[in-house]
């Protein structure tokens, strides 16, 4: 049971590159999430899935776009990265909303 | 909107002495939930707690619920190396959303 996998775990990109995150879950979770973490700041909500199809807006959604296409994934896109999108992106899964999250590993993406 | 204030934001203890972080949201919760996140690893959730004034303990971990489900804590009894971590909060709503702390950063010197 992998439970949250993301992909890629490192990257590198120049400023206006365009990239996607993997997420993906073999939980049957309905809910999924993308989440940022900057130093000091905590985690901050980019973007939500309650299901399949369906997505919504988070606390800091500017510059992502989001699709959840099948149940088990969720894609975050980055159309044109900057600078300030360098940090340390976490996608979650939970079963319900009030269950508590499973995190994946993390991507750490740096834009130079 | 909602906000949920977690302090302290660092901690060091001796290992050996107790630790504790609190929790405190501006809106009423529905659940509170604490999670660790290990130096370059990922949240990991501990426990949730859902009802006014609940305690629920885990070995040395003791988390509390406050009556107004306002706020919250987490106590760690006699410290040791493997509890270095980020200690987060999560706030929950009954509308579902989740608000997270900024996180207690522990350090435990040997």
């Known amino acids: 049971n992998a439970g949250v996998t993301q992909t890629p775990k490192f990257r590198v990109l120049k400023t206006g590159q365009s990239m996607t995150l993997l997420c993906a879950q073999d939980?049957?979770?309905?809910?999924m999430y993308w989440y940022r973490q900057d130093p000091g700041m905590g985690l901050r909500l980019i973007h939500y899935s309650v299901g399949e199809g369906t997505t919504a807006k988070g606390e800091v959604p500017d510059g992502y776009n989001v699709s959840r296409l099948k149940k088990q994934n969720f894609l975050l896109g980055l159309e044109s990265a900057a600078p300030s999108q360098t940090s340390v992106y976490f996608c979650a899964s939970k079963e319900t909303a009030n269950y508590g999250y499973t995190f994946g590993s993390g991507t750490r993406l740096t834009v130079v | 909107g909602q906000q949920v204030m977690q302090i302290p934001q660092y901690q060091h203890v001796q290992e050996g002495e107790d630790f504790t972080t609190y929790c405190n949201s501006s809106?009423?919760?529905?659940?509170i939930q604490w999670y660790k996140q290990r130096p370059g690893g990922h949240p990991v959730f501990l426990i949730q707690l859902v009802k006014s004034g609940e305690v629920k303990k885990q070995k040395r971990l003791t988390f509390q619920f406050g009556e107004a489900k306002k706020n919250s804590s987490l106590h760690i009894t006699a410290t040791q190396t493997t509890d270095v971590g980020t200690y987060f909060c999560?706030?929950?709503?009954?509308?579902?959303?989740?608000?997270f702390g900024d996180g207690t950063t522990l350090t435990v010197k040997p």
């Open positions: 939980m049957n979770h309905e809910y």
């Open positions: 999560a706030g929950n709503t009954n509308a579902g959303k989740s608000t």
């Open positions: 809106t009423t919760l529905s659940n």
